[in-house]
């Protein structure tokens, strides 16, 4: 299905001038333009936009926000997890509010202020967004990838997950191998070459650290093994294997 950019604003709450905008700055490109100007968007750049307003509710500028959903080890569902956190947090706190005006209107005297406080959001904030700047932030790569993706629609990071889940779907397919199989290896050659093709150059330094990262961070972990079961362990040694073969 896809929404005429009117649609998406009446959806999201998100203005068709700051959507104009978005494509502009090229941190969320329409999935199709019609020869009559209608500006189309598909169920990926709703997806994308959803993310995006995740870190505009964390804080985050744009340029960071768009710097952080092109990296190429962008974790949706990490993403969704911590909105999801965040967002009952704030139910929470709405509930004791709730609460007390309950109390209130009853004609209770309870002078509790506790329930204005927004100390425990503002550090769930902090902390998600530190998270954030620490696994996506600032770094050559990441600015490489910024300067490459940059004008990739909505067609083109479809065509990358597709790539992606393709890499991922063979890699499970050879896990009744060793990691130093020649198969195997050849696919982490495709991995790294995916990588540099469609985002930066990926040195055998930066694949090094990314395998490391599959095993140390368990929502990774689960993310990878929604393929198959040991996927993201199998793929770690595997890339560990030729870092240190090449």
Partial sequence: MRMKINEVAKLTGVTARTLHYYDEIGLLSPSEITQTGYRLYDDIALKIL?????????????????????NPVFDTTLV???????????????????????????????MSFKEFDTSEIEAMKEKYAAEAKEKWGHTNAYTESTNKTAQYNAQKWQEIQEN???????????MDKQPDHPNVQELVKQWQ?????????????????LGQMYVADMRFTNNI???????????SKAIDVYCTAH
């Fill in 50 to 70: 959803q993310q995006i307003l995740f870190f505009r509710e964390l804080d985050f500028p744009l340029s960071q926000i768009k710097e952080i959903i092109t």
């Fill in 164 to 174: 992606q889940s393709e890499i991922f779907s063979n890699f499970a397919k050879n």
């Fill in 80 to 110: 969704l997890q911590n909105h999801k956190a965040l967002l009952t947090k704030k139910r929470e706190r709405i509930d004791r509010l709730i609460g007390l005006l309950d109390k209130t209107i009853k004609g209770g005297s309870n």
């Fill in 225 to 235: 093994d929604k393929h198959t079961k040991g996927l993201a362990a199998f793929i």
């Fill in 193 to 209: 070459d995916f990588l540099t093709n469609n985002f930066y150059t990926c040195t055998n330094e930066i694949l090094q650290g």
